[in-house]
């Protein structure tokens, strides 16, 4: 079968270096869980090494020419090809509950996306790993202090330690981005249970970086917070300012307030 033609409005990027393709399967610890979820396969460059692993391997991919090649050239992979969307697919359908992990060379234009829907399943997914834009593997990863720290990196850093293992440049693609790649993973915290509500510090997050330039007595305002909290001198600060832990006990006060 002919190989599949990269198309634009999916993002798709085809990885062309295998050595990159290997150094990326080699991010799995392999510990914790017997399955694993590739999304976006495409050819199957990361697969063929996903596959020399002692783990099974599924893949979701939505694009039907790359399932067909997938099904025409990796016999293993037989009834473990979901041809589907991941940001919509119920993933339960194959997994049942259990423990699986999650990689790929992610389409960039839905990365944040993807991971914002693996913090949905954090309580199945002990490991996550995988090629993102170099911007937005950062932007996980970040640590407070920073202009690109925000709230993915608050979020992602709530529930996994995060690394950034590794840039990749822009020729080894076919066609090649406009931009560098990072590849970075995350981990599970053994400890993953927030000691607040998840919903509130979702809310907490969000708000307080939608206007990231202003203190949080300001950017919090919709939160109607008492006057008493607001003089609180965490509230001086900007939210760049704050590191997981201390939103987290940000959000703990909030929900003593009464919010």
């Known amino acids: 079968m002919e190989k599949v033609k990269a198309k634009k409005h999916l993002g798709q990027h085809f990885l062309k270096d295998e050595s990159i393709a290997k150094a990326i399967a080699d991010t799995l610890g392999l510990e914790g869980y017997n399955d694993v979820l590739e999304i976006g396969p495409g050819m199957g460059v990361l697969t063929k090494y996903l596959l020399e692993k002692p783990i099974d391997t599924y893949v979701i991919e939505i694009d039907t020419e790359s399932v067909a090649y997938l099904d025409a050239n990796y016999p293993k992979l037989k009834d473990k090809i979901i041809s ?3 940001l919509k697919y119920n993933i339960n359908s194959v997994f049942e509950g259990k423990q699986f992990a999650i990689i790929g060379n992610f389409p960039y234009n839905i990365s944040t996306q993807i991971v ?3 913090l949905e399943f954090r309580d199945q997914i002990p490991e996550f790993s995988g090629m993102f834009q170099k911007e937005v593997a ?8 920073s202009k ?6 608050v979020l992602a850093q709530a529930f996994y330690d995060t690394e950034y293992l590794f840039t990749v440049d822009e020729h080894v693609f076919n066609p090649p981005p406009k931009v560098k790649s990072g590849v970075m993973r995350m981990r599970r915290k053994e400890n993953y249970t927030l000691p607040c509500s998840e919903k509130l510090l979702f809310t907490v997050v969000k708000t307080a970086f939608q206007q990231r ?3 949080l007595r300001n950017s ?6 008492s006057d008493s909290l607001r003089e609180d001198p965490v509230f001086d600060i900007r939210p760049e300012q704050l590191s997981v832990e201390e939103f987290i006990a940000l959000t703990q006060k909030i929900e003593a307030d009464g919010v």
Do not use: V
């Open 220 to 225: 919090l305002k919709t939160l109607n917070l």
């Open 84 to 86: 589907e969307d991941f």
């Open 148 to 153: 690109t720290y925000g709230i993915l990196s």
């Open 116 to 118: 914002f829907r693996t």
């Open 138 to 145: 950062e932007r996980i990863c970040e640590k407070k202090g």
């Open 213 to 215: 330039r202003k203190t």
